[in-house]
Every structure is written in structure tokens, then in C-alpha cells.
């Protein structure tokens, strides 16, 4: 038990070190920023696009980082600024569902699903998030706290308590991300090295004839349920070619991952930040299920309808 402990240990260490050299700079670098000419000239030319959204222009920041970098990226912008809770939840949701987009979209391409289908699916989910919380949802108006992270009254005089200011955010950011993603890991390690893994995958195989798909997907949608997207990469590419997924599962698979990849921590991920996770991880989950769902049922009739049209031409030439 001590050396599954210990190695969860290191891996989240490892981990933590990793992100923390993502996140560390970005936070010191956007806090700082703030106070120069460059900021506040891209959150003006993007304000007017946010507000569809219900968001300030300072969104702006957050979402390109964190969908052309990682979710943390977009968590360490978002700490730099002062949201409501209401603005958080929405960058949340909406990065929940667009983060690491190059990234994690290129796995797609590696399994035979196309890189635009994906980004595509993922942009879109991103979008119609942030317009519908923007539109039923009329709280969250009070200040987000971030935690550890407190919000400062004070405005930094020169460049050295600017310096600092950034500095003191960046690291308790870093502090923040190792809280979280040590005991995770060590879950995880857990998890994998007792072979619940192994049987959680068994357990969902039934569950995958109810999206659509057969049940040798199960493994492919352990991996990128639990470890993501971009981790899951090569157990998800070495579930293709051992248990032969065919291209139609992996398809509905990868749609139903891009809503919901990496659901534990991508969701444990944003409790810093004063948001509600429960309804974060309810969004992602139903949007995933019905989603499957509707292309799955749509993707058999265009198969039925497919084989009826070759099954009446065979009948007509035998005819003739």
C-alpha cells in the first residue's frame, strides 16, 4: 500500500512540476500584463463578442489560453482577473468542453475520426454553453473567490510590487493545482495498479450498447474517461488495435470524450474557484450521453436506409 502511495506521490509531483511551469509563468506574466497598454487594448477590440456571451472582455484571455494551451492555462489567466461567479461558471463549462484544443484533437486524427468533426463538435459545445448559462441562469452576480487566492484591494505602485503581486498569485496557483492533483494521482495509481481499471471497464461494457457502440469500446472510454483526452492517447489508440473498434465506435466514442473527457479531475480542477462543480459535471455528462445518443440513432438509420437502397438494387438487377 506505502509504494502505491509513493509512486501516486511522485507522479503527482511529477505532474504538478509539469503544469506548475505552464501555469507559473502564464499567471505572472497576465497579472503584470494588467497593468501595461497590451491587455487592455485586446480585452477592448474582444468585448463586444463576450458580451454575447455574458462576459466581460477580459474572458477573452482565459478562453484563447486555455483552448489553444490547457485548461490550466485557462485557470491560471482566470485567477488573474476578478469574475463573477456567474462569468467563472461560464468560462468553465465552456472550457470544460474546448480546452487543449489542438492537442486533444489531433488524437482523433491518430484514430481514424477526423481533426475537424472533433474541434468542430467541441467549438460548437463551447459556444451553445456559454449562450444558454448566459441566458437561463440569473444569478452568480457576486465576486468569485478563488480560494487560497485572495483578491486585492490594493493596486500595485512600480514595477517591483507589480512583480510581486504576480509572483504571490502565480505561486499559490501552482500551490493550488498540487493540492488537488497529488491525492488524485495517487488515487489513480491505486485505482490502476488493484485492476479497478480493468474491472470499471468490464462494468461500462454493458452501458455501451445503450450509446450505440459495442461493448469492446468499453476500455477506450475508461481511458478517456479517467485520464483524459491527450494522457489517454495511447491506451485509447492500443484499445483500436486489441480489442478492434471499428471506426463507427470510436467515432461516437471520441464525440462522447470530447464532451466529458477526464471527468474527476477536469471537474475537481475548478474548486478553487468558487463555482458550483455538481451542475459543471451534470452539464458535461447529459450533454455527452444525448449528443451520442442522437448521432448514434442517426448514424443507424443513414446505415439502414444505406443497406435497404443496395438490398432493392440487388433485387432489381436479379429481377432483370
Known amino acids: 500500500m506505502s509504494g502505491i502511495v509513493y509512486r501516486g506521490f511522485q507522479q503527482g509531483l511529477a505532474t504538478t512540476w509539469t503544469l506548475g511551469k505552464v501555469i507559473f509563468p502564464i499567471t505572472l506574466l497576465i497579472t503584470i500584463l494588467q497593468f501595461t497598454p497590451v491587455l487592455p487594448w485586446l480585452i477592448d477590440l474582444l468585448t463586444p463578442v463576450m458580451g454575447l456571451l455574458g462576459l466581460s472582455g477580459e474572458a477573452a484571455v482565459p478562453l ?22 456567474k462569468e467563472v461558471f461560464i468560462l468553465a463549462v465552456m472550457l470544460s468542453f474546448s480546452h487543449n484544443l489542438f492537442i486533444e484533437s489531433a488524437v482523433a486524427s491518430k484514430v481514424g475520426v477526423s481533426w475537424w ?143 466529458c473527457h477526464a471527468v474527476v479531475e477536469d471537474t475537481l480542477i475548478f474548486i478553487p474557484l468558487g463555482i458550483p462543480v455538481w451542475p459543471l459535471l451534470i452539464i458535461r455528462l447529459t450533454t455527452a450521453i444525448l449528443l451520442t445518443m442522437t448521432i448514434a440513432f442517426i448514424w443507424n438509420r443513414l446505415e439502414k436506409k444505406k443497406r435497404k437502397e443496395v438490398n432493392q438494387h440487388e433485387h432489381s438487377y436479379h429481377t432483370l
Do not use: H
Open 117 to 259: 468533426l472533433i474541434s468542430g463538435i467541441r467549438i460548437g459545445l463551447a459556444l451553445l454553453g456559454g449562450l444558454l448559462i448566459n441566458l437561463l441562469w440569473q444569478g452568480g452576480a457576486e465576486q468569485a473567490q478563488y480560494g487560497l487566492i485572495q483578491g486585492s484591494d490594493n493596486v500595485p505602485v512600480g514595477w517591483a510590487e507589480i512583480a510581486y503581486q504576480g509572483i504571490e498569485t502565480a505561486l499559490m496557483a501552482v500551490v493550488q493545482l498540487g493540492l488537488i492533483v497529488i491525492p488524485l494521482m495517487v488515487v489513480m495509481q491505486f485505482l490502476r495498479e488493484k485492476g479497478w481499471l480493468t474491472m470499471l471497464s468490464n462494468k461500462l461494457a454493458p452501458c455501451m450498447k445503450f450509446l450505440g457502440m459495442e461493448k469492446n469500446t468499453s476500455m477506450t472510454m475508461v481511458a478517456g474517461l479517467t485520464i483524459g483526452l491527450a494522457y489517454g492517447a495511447g491506451l485509447m489508440i492500443q484499445a483500436v488495435k486489441e480489442d478492434n473498434v471499428s471506426k463507427k465506435d470510436m467515432s461516437l466514442a471520441l464525440i462522447f470524450l470530447v464532451s
Open 64 to 85: 484563447v489560453l486555455g483552448n489553444t494551451l490547457n485548461l490550466y492555462a485557462g485557470i491560471a489567466a482566470i485567477v488573474s482577473f476578478e469574475f463573477t461567479v
